[in-house]
């Protein structure tokens, strides 16, 4: 059984991050319950910079939401984490026993007790009841997983940092900034800002903004749209994305 200290913190985002160094999965070579567990117990997609090797995991479990986790989970435990969140996985190997019904297949050879027999027959795939509760086990954590996921996507944000160069060194850079931070949009929060030297007495602005990424779709679009407008800004020579990065 693999276990992790609560993935709540550093240390547990470290233990998961070097566990998913030589590993696709937490268990095994296919996707399990012990993924989805593990899963459920973080907060947020771990980050990317920090912890690689669990964001690259992470992002392949949410893209696999929804679909088959046909992995034999071994059971994950993770401190700080519901018992419900758990100990699901543990049942994993519980599923292979439903086939228990085929092994009155031999009685069949017996032509008295034929009839008897063929009832017994699990001929149309039909789930046990242990097959049943794992599947809704299953399901649920799913279900957690998906709304978790949902509720991650509205709260995401991105911290981009831009320079804004103006058509020469005559440029107002007063105006030219004020003609940016005129930009308002739902989702879009202008930051702080500077002027940077580059050369030949011309001085470009870099300013900070934060999007909500369920609002905003495109920062490119906003920039040709609302500022650069094709080149017929007065002050706005272009604009260009120095830096993005998830918050």
């Known amino acids: 059984m693999v276990s ?7 240390e547990g985002l470290k233990a998961l991050n070097e566990h998913l160094l030589t590993r696709s999965y937490v268990v095994g070579y296919q996707a399990s319950r012990d993924d989805l567990a593990v899963y459920s117990a973080l907060e947020k997609a771990p980050s990317s910079n920090d ?3 669990a964001a690259r995991w992470y992002s ?6 929804g679909q088959s986790f046909p992995g034999k989970g071994e059971g994950v435990t993770i401190a700080g984490s519901s018992p419900s969140a758990a100990a699901a996985p543990a049942k994993g190997p519980a599923a292979p026993a439903a086939p228990a019904p085929a092994a009155k297949a031999p009685v069949a050879a017996d032509d008295d007790n034929s009839d008897d027999s063929d009832e017994d027959l699990d001929l149309f795939g039909e789930l046990t009841e242990e097959e049943k509760k794992a599947k809704e086990e299953k399901d649920a954590v799913i279900a957690a997983a ?3 996921g949902a509720e991650k996507a509205k709260l995401t944000k991105s911290l981009i940092i831009m320079d804004v160069k103006p058509w020469d060194d005559t440029t107002d850079m007063a105006a ?14 202008w930051g702080a800002s500077k002027l940077v030297p580059v050369g030949f007495g011309i ?6 903004a934060v999007i909500e990424d369920s609002k905003i779709e495109s920062m490119d679009a906003i920039i040709e749209e609302e500022i650069v407008r094709d080149g017929e800004s007065e002050t706005i020579q272009s604009i260009d994305i120095a830096s993005f990065n998830k918050l």
Do not use: C, M, N, S
């Open 4 to 10: 992790f200290p609560a993935l709540t913190g550093a």
């Open 60 to 65: 392949h479990v949410e893209a696999l939401l």
């Open 176 to 189: 030219l900034e004020a003609e940016v931070r005129a930009i308002q949009k739902d989702g879009l929060l």
């Open 146 to 148: 998906k709304k978790r």
């Open 203 to 208: 001085k470009k602005l870099q300013i900070t």
């Open 51 to 53: 912890y690689p090797h």
